[in-house]
Every structure is written in C-alpha cells, then in structure tokens.
C-alpha cells in the first residue's frame, strides 16, 4: 500500500477526532436552559352545543385554562359574564364562547334576538313545493316568486320580487336538522327589511308565493322581465285594441230627381161653333141650327 496515502489518511482521523472532541466540550460547558413560565387565562367553553335562540345557563359552561397568546379575542373569563345571555349564533361543544355570538342580556328569547336592528323577521305560509319539498333550513338563502295578475292586465305573470333573502326559521323551530333531513314546515321566517316586508306581504295577499333555494355564496342580483303565461304556451297575448278617430262622415249628395216628362193637360174638345135660326112658318115656330163661317 502507498505510504503517503497511509499519511493522508491518518491526518484525516486524526483531525476529526479533535474536531469532535472540541465539540463535545462546547456542548458539555453549556448551562441547560431552563423552560419558560407560560401565563395561562380562563377560558369560557360550552360544554355542549348550544344552538341558535337557547338562553345560556350555568350548567352549560365551564372554565378551561389556556396560554394568554391563545385567548381569542372577544371571549370571556367568568362565567357571570356570558350566563342569562341568549345565544344569536351557533357554538359547538367545546368551543369558547364568543361576544359576537351572544346577545345583549334581556333582549328576550327564542327569534327576537337573531333579528339584527333595522330588520325584520316576516312569516311566509309555503307548501312542499313553495318551500322546495321541506329543504328550506334556517341559514340558506332564497329568492321570492311571485304569481298573479297585474292591475289593468287579465294577463298571469310571474316574477321575482326578492332575492338572496336570509332564511331565519322553518316551521316552529329555528334550527337545522343535524341529520340534514327534510323538515315539513307550514310556514317559513324570512330576515327582511321594512320595505321587503311590505313587497312580501302585498305578494301574498295578492298573488300565490313560491320560494326557490339558491346557493349562499351566490350575491348576484339578476333583473328579470317576467314570464307571462302566453310566453309559456308559446301563444301571442291578445293585443287591445286601439281607439282609432272615426273619420267624419260626409252626407252623401242626394241624386238631383230625374226630369220627368209633364204631359200637357189634354186639351178639350172642340166646341163646334153653330148658330141658331129661328124659323117661323106660319104658327109653327122652329129651331134650326147653322155652321158658323169659322167652320
């Protein structure tokens, strides 16, 4: 074997062993660094879900200690704060409980909390196919169709008179079926505004009302014309009639009366011119008569 690769290689040892050796004593000097206190913070926690309405009691919830860097922001430390408190949003078991999802202490129970202020919350009566056969749940949004006939029209047409409306409740209950099944309701609450409430309600007076589902991350608005029922049958509505002004109507010259033959009056008859002699012969006494020169 070749003597100089011999010496290369035991330097090389040679020099990691110290290397490793100069290493080791940096590492073994070293104090161990001690573990930091961490401040903790109570936490308010349901202990379980609390839906949408439910006035929080203290049973519900309870205290769970976590680092001051982790306390969310808008929670509470003491029970007192978040207790007699009605619940506006969901909150799952062991999730803190949050300012933004309570309402204010006595604004009352059930639906009255949910409604934020300048809103309204308006009962519409559905059938299974108005209320899209039962799927219509507390949370989704709906747009409100509404059928009937116009003023001064015998023409039906419907139309959309609300879009992307926040539905409250279904029926007598303001929560969602947990196993996503179809509620049967009656009737259905819808959050509007005082003149949405007002269009809702003239629509349900005048004409029938049908609720179609739409996805709650879609915020267009769309403008629609209408659809009318000789569009559907592909027929064309009857056009009115327009007055039209009636010329004036010209008397009619009269035909001038045909010249008509007068026959002259018929002339009378000749009268014979005669003269009368008188004869005498004797004690006989005549008559006679004679032509007049004229004949």
Do not use: W
Request: contains cysteine.
């Amino acid at each position: 074997m070749d003597r100089r690769f011999l010496t290369v290689l035991g330097l090389s040892l040679s020099l990691a062993l110290v290397v490793s050796l100069v290493f080791y004593q940096f590492v073994a000097s070293r104090e161990p660094v001690k573990a930091e206190a961490v401040t903790t913070k109570d936490l308010v926690v349901a202990v379980k879900p609390l839906s949408i309405g439910v006035t929080i009691k203290a049973e519900d919830l309870k205290i769970n200690k976590v680092p001051v860097s982790q306390f969310p922001k808008g929670a509470f430390t003491k029970v007192e704060e978040v207790i007699d408190r009605p619940v506006i949003s969901n909150v799952l078991m062991e999730e803190p409980v949050l300012e933004g999802r309570l309402a204010a202490r006595g604004a009352g129970v059930g639906l009255a909390p949910v409604i934020p202020v300048g809103m309204r919350a308006v009962s519409v009566r559905v059938t299974d196919v108005a209320g899209v056969a039962g799927f219509v749940l507390p949370g989704l949004r709906v747009d409100v169709l509404v059928t009937g006939h116009p003023p001064n029209s015998q023409e039906t047409i419907t139309t959309t008179c609300l879009q992307n409306i926040l539905v409250l409740g279904a029926g007598q209950t303001i929560q969602t079926d947990g196993r996503g099944l179809a509620i049967q309701t009656p009737t259905v609450t819808l959050l509007v505004t005082l003149e949405q409430a007002e269009k809702l309600t003239l629509a349900g007076s005048q004409g029938s009302v049908q609720l179609v589902l739409r996805n709650s991350g879609d915020q267009e608005m769309q403008k629609t014309s209408g659809s009318e029922l000789s569009a559907l049958y592909r027929t064309s509505a009857p056009k009115p009639v327009e007055a039209r002004p009636r010329p004036a109507v010209q008397p009619r010259p009269r035909p001038a009366p045909a010249a008509v033959a007068i026959a002259p009056p018929p002339q009378p008859p000749a009268i014979p011119l005669t003269a009368e002699v008188i004869v005498i012969r004797g004690n006989i006494r005549s008559v006679e008569t004679a032509p007049s020169k004229g004949n």
